[in-house]
């Protein structure tokens, strides 16, 4: 009982600012009198909007550098690449694929040399990503006001002020780059998933038998199977006519995530108890969690959730670039290169200490980040459809980094959940607190002031916390944790 | 030779001479643009004593060790109340109520410097960090305040509505300019020529010398030891903690001076969001005078706003004259300011480890 108790009070102590900010969602929802499919519909838009960019932050926390601050500046690789592909007068996916293609050199450029900045200062990446993200606005201000037009000759009367130099305030997206990602059809993800596995496919076992390597290409003939068979279920006109859509009701989402939990969690069992024949292996987890499933399942039929489920459609491929993106971080903690940034944040005498290139390893975990940063502002436009050219970018790192420290994030230690966590609950007070301002004060621009509070407020308290915990830390003890790190990895 | 060049030239930094020729660039290319260059340079001995008390306030935080003082917001919104409690109290005479406006600053940041400073002395090793944040979220709170504040003077609040703060608050019926105005003088003709505003300068280069005074008194010193080297000062019997309270109250209730005097130059009370990034331009400004992370003094701050607020002031009507559209010295300005606390940044941190 008492070891039950002190689990309890750690799981509060634990989550304390996730459980606070429910509580300040649920209160502000209720004050606004906000409808709940209202609320559930935009929430669900700000996440496939907001997703991606909060997760490009886990990366460098992992690396020990902080809070990202200068995400900024992949946003801002994002924008010069959009202006661009918009002059040229590329849309749609085409369009948006350009402006990926011609954005990541350009973030892993800026990356590189921002990584190659925070390692002249170590221990103040934080501030220095701050005052990073400030100054490369004001080149980026610079090239957008003065260069364009005004040294590289650009004329487009929708695109430039009507002097001839300087872009216009803001480039309406409706049109060309405007939901081209959100709206990919399913049947054509189904489809480019189809070529990309027969493509291996054909290719593995052609490597194998031009090498002779004396694999068996069962396999791979049995995998190419499965693809053409799932292939042509698509072709099937039930199925065709469910796949040719891009949105997905929340609803089938839902279903959908919960049979693949479920399936997931027999293939468990069924691959440590009968396969691998490990009697150790407990089967309570993965019952629980199949009982978990089966329960929500039958929540989605209590009226109001129903109701939320049926009013809300979210962009299938947005989606699946979030969850893509979840997987990587979730990958790259297992290769050797996420260890060596796990050993790098943990001490860098130790990495050091252990043959661990750390310069190299902290400017490849900025460069990644803020690649990742770049696409996440490049799904951010497509989906907000107007591009403010000089404003899209400046509240970005602010933003990305309160949402994801509502989620219970620190400085130290990040997750996906946390990541997600922490944008349902950041967005749903953006969603609510001007009307709720409206209703307990009367006043909507109370509502809006206490939501950047918020923002501000849960950064500094964090930031706070955080210098407060190291500072009481004795030094010898935290090497010694990164040791044995080390020593596993 | 080379050798002292080098030495020069590593003394001065790179950002301060491209800043330097810079300005002299700027002035030397405004008489062929047909400026008048005494107008300019009496726009820039304005805004330099106009800004100078704001920078001023950097001097104690570096000394005290708490590095480059962002949060000097918390001042900056105890001097705004200060001055709209005055300006509420409707005093008469413009010099009483700056005097009023001043003492209420100065008490209400005082307290909140404090405060702060107790905070500091927790978070010892990433103030900077952590003092962006806490000026943000002061001025993000305000907002709200500004906005519920039962204040009833019609110049403080909307006419329409009757609740919350305007956004600019004129200080006519105030303190607008009295400082400005006090035995001010022109050489040369009224309208092209250097109009220099004794009182202003005076009341700048008077709380330099105040300022001057304190850090060389006993708790002045002591206060700078316990920011150069704290186990050394701890040892000889100097509470470390308490100096570094103490500097940094009195940076913040400078920087409350130092809003008010800028404030009543201006002739407008700016609320809301309008503080929010004048930590970064004072802390920009002392870095140019030649101040480090660890370390600045009342010399730092003299040169660094001429320079700082010379370049703005004699850069817009050049660069207006040369690209009329556009505001270019505001881009400028953003990168001078954040380069050079960069620059500083990466001077003082660093290494392999």
């Known amino acids: 009982m008492d070891n039950f108790k002190n689990k309890f009070l750690n799981f509060i102590n634990e989550n304390k600012v996730v459980m606070l900010f429910v509580v300040l969602c649920i209160g502000a929802i209720y004050a606004s009198g906000n409808p709940l499919t209202f609320v559930a519909g935009e929430l669900f838009t700000r996440i496939g909007r907001n997703g991606f960019m909060v997760l490009s932050l886990l990366i460098p926390v992992l690396a020990g550098m902080g809070l990202n601050f200068g995400i900024t500046i992949g946003a801002i690789a994002a924008q010069i690449a959009v202006f661009w592909i918009v002059y040229w007068g590329f849309e749609g996916i085409s369009g948006f694929l350009l402006s990926v293609l011609m954005a990541t050199p350009i973030a892993i450029l800026f990356g590189y040399l921002v990584g190659k900045l925070f390692n002249k200062m170590k221990g103040a990446e934080m501030i220095a990503g701050m005052v990073l993200g400030y100054f490369a606005d004001g080149l980026y201000q610079l090239f957008f006001l003065y260069i364009i037009g005004g040294i590289i000759p650009v004329s487009n009367e929708r695109l430039i002020i009507s002097g001839g130099i300087g872009v216009k305030n803001t480039i309406d997206l409706a049109g060309n780059l405007k939901y081209s990602l959100d709206t990919v059809s399913m049947l054509k993800l189904v489809e480019i998933l189809f070529y990309v596995v027969v493509a291996v496919a054909i290719f593995k076992i052609i490597f194998n038998k031009v090498k002779k ?127 060596n940034m796990r050993t790098v944040g943990q001490s860098r005498v130790v990495a050091n200490a252990a043959g661990i290139d750390v310069d190299r390893t902290r400017i490849i975990a900025m460069v990644l980040s803020t690649v990742l940063a770049c696409w996440g502002q490049l799904i951010y436009l497509q989906n907000i459809g107007t591009f403010s050219t000089y404003g899209a970018h400046t509240q970005v790192g602010q933003f990305a980094i309160a949402a994801l420290l509502v989620g219970g994030a620190s400085v130290q230690k990040a997750t996906n959940k946390q990541a997600i966590i922490g944008v349902i609950l950041f967005h749903t007070l953006f969603i609510v607190a001007p009307q709720a301002g409206k209703e307990l004060f009367n006043n909507a621009q109370l509502g809006e002031y206490f939501r950047v509070f918020v923002a501000y407020g849960v950064i500094a308290v964090s930031l706070a916390m955080h210098a407060w915990k190291t500072g009481i830390k004795p030094i010898g003890k935290d090497n010694k944790h990164a040791k044995l790190e080390s020593q596993k990895a | 030779m080379r050798e002292k060049i080098n030495n020069i030239y590593e003394n001065i930094g790179l950002p301060r001479i491209i800043i330097i020729s810079f300005f002299v660039f700027m002035l030397i290319i405004s008489a062929p643009l047909g400026l008048s260059v005494p107008n300019l340079l009496g726009d820039a001995i304005r805004r330099w004593a106009m800004y100078g008390i704001l920078v001023l306030a950097m001097v104690p935080a570096v000394q005290c060790g708490i590095g480059l003082n962002f949060g000097i917001s918390l001042g900056i919104v105890g001097g705004l109340l200060g001055s709209t409690l005055a300006i509420e109290l409707e005093i008469a005479n413009p010099l009483i109520s700056i005097m009023v406006a001043m003492l209420i600053g100065i008490a209400i940041s005082s307290l909140l410097g404090i405060g702060y400073g107790l905070l500091l002395n927790k978070v010892k090793g990433s103030e900077m960090t952590v003092s962006t944040y806490v000026g943000f979220s002061v001025i993000a709170f305000m907002n709200m305040v500004w906005l519920s504040l039962p204040f009833k003077n019609g110049e403080l609040i909307w ?35 250097l109009h220099i505003p004794t009182g202003l300068i005076l009341f700048f280069l008077f709380t330099c010398f105040i300022v001057y005074i304190f850090m060389r008194s006993k708790a002045g010193i002591a206060m700078s030891a316990a920011g150069a080297n704290p186990v050394f000062t701890q040892a000889s019997g100097i509470n470390v903690n308490k100096m570094r309270v103490l500097g940094t109250a009195v940076s913040t209730a400078l920087a409350s001076v130092g809003i008010i005097t800028y404030a009543q130059s201006y002739g407008f009370l700016q609320l809301y969001n309008a503080p929010l990034m004048m930590g970064f331009h004072s802390v920009a400004a002392v870095l140019i005078g030649g101040a480090s992370v660890k370390r600045a003094k009342i010399s730092h701050v003299i040169i660094g706003t001429f320079l700082f607020q010379g370049i703005l002031a004699v850069a817009l009507p050049v660069v207006n004259k040369l690209m009329p559209e556009g505001n270019l010295s505001d881009v400028i300005r953003i990168i001078i300011s954040n380069g050079i606390i960069l620059y500083a940044l990466s001077k003082t941190k660093g290494g392999n480890r």
């Open chain 1, 213 to 339: 390597t004396g694999t068996s290409i069962v396999k791979d003939i049995i995998i190419l199977a499965v693809a053409i068979v799932a292939y042509a279920i698509t072709f099937i006109p039930s199925v065709e006519a469910f796949l040719a859509s891009d949105r997905l009701l929340l609803l089938y989402a839902v279903t959908i995530g919960l049979v693949i939990m479920a399936l997931l969690q027999v293939w468990r069992i069924i691959n440590n108890r009968l396969i691998k024949k490990d009697k150790e292996y407990s089967i309570r987890k993965p019952i629980v969690l199949i009982i978990v499933a089966i329960a929500a399942y039958g929540l989605t039929y209590v009226k109001p959730i129903e109701e939320i489920l049926f009013f809300v459609n979210i962009p299938v491929t947005t989606y699946l670039c979030i969850v893509a993106l979840c997987v990587f971080n979730n990958m790259l903690l297992k290769t050797r290169l996420g260890q």
């Open chain 2, 159 to 193: 006419p329409i509505g009757q609740q919350g703060m305007r956004n600019t608050i004129s200080l006519n019926s105030s303190f607008g300019e009295v400082f400005n105005n006090f035995l001010d003088f022109h050489i040369g003709d009224e309208v092209t020529g």
